[in-house]
């Protein structure tokens, strides 16, 4: 597609349940990014993914985050047993060349527990 | 962990004025990029300085960099109300890193 799609724009939640949001990079992007934005702050890197290399995790704040990229393109971040600290919007971001020329965002999931 | 942090954290100017924002972080960087984010949703990209630039300018932005203070600047001239938006500073460590600060957020006043 012409930009980096994610879906759902907008997910509420009850506290306990799992949730799955999807980022759709930017076709040929090699590197997917995940953030964390939560209100009036700044981005929280959550994990990273180039190309066939294991992925970066050092960004999730616990096992109850995980995220996978198949087939080198399409990525869910799983979040499991969510609580309310988890409310937030989540960001991806794709970019081709190790983001030499900048990262392009999705719009981000904007992510409600309650 | 964040690694660029902005200064100042909000910056209110009249339509027509200079607004400068800036940027500093802790470790070497391959190069250092600026994003604009409009209601809280997805970035834009702006403008990327490579760490063996100085000054770098696109349109009404001027970009500078230092490295010697781990240092930057954003320049927006002439400034508009649509400028206004959150401002964040990323740096790149290993041109697969990315981390970006808390950004500053812009109002310019119509």
């Known amino acids: 597609g012409a930009g980096v799609s994610q879906s759902p724009s907008n997910k509420v939640t009850e506290k306990g349940k799992d949730v799955e949001l999807r980022c759709d990079p930017i076709?040929?992007?090699?590197?997917l990014y995940w953030y964390r934005q939560s209100l009036g702050q700044g981005l929280e890197f959550l994990i990273y993914?180039?190309?066939?290399?294991?992925?970066?995790k050092s960004g999730l704040p616990s096992d109850r985050f995980s995220a996978e990229r198949t087939g080198g393109s399409v990525s869910t971040l799983t979040i499991q047993r969510t609580q309310q600290e988890d409310s937030a919007v989540y960001l991806c971001?794709?970019?081709?060349?190790?983001?030499?020329?900048?990262?392009?965002f999705g719009s981000g999931t904007r992510l409600t527990v309650v | 962990s964040q690694q660029g942090e902005e200064d100042p954290q909000a910056l209110s100017i009249q339509e027509g004025e200079n607004a400068t924002m800036n940027c500093s972080y802790k470790?070497?960087?391959?190069?250092l990029q600026w994003y604009r984010q409009n209601s809280g949703r997805g970035l834009v990209h702006l403008i990327l300085?490579?760490?063996?630039?100085r000054e770098k300018h696109s349109g009404r932005l001027r970009v500078t960099l230092d490295t010697s203070k781990k240092s930057s600047s954003l320049l927006i001239t002439a400034s508009r109300a649509a400028d206004t938006a959150s401002y964040f500073c990323?740096?790149?460590?290993?041109?697969?890193?990315?981390?970006f600060g808390a950004g500053t957020r812009l109002t310019v006043k119509p």
């Open positions: 971001a794709s970019s081709s060349q190790g983001g030499y020329y900048g990262y392009t």
């Open positions: 076709s040929g992007h090699t590197a």
């Open positions: 993914f180039q190309g066939n290399s294991a992925p970066d």
């Open positions: 470790t070497s960087i391959n190069n």
């Open positions: 300085i490579r760490s063996n630039e």
């Open positions: 990323a740096t790149d460590r290993n041109n697969n890193d990315m981390r």
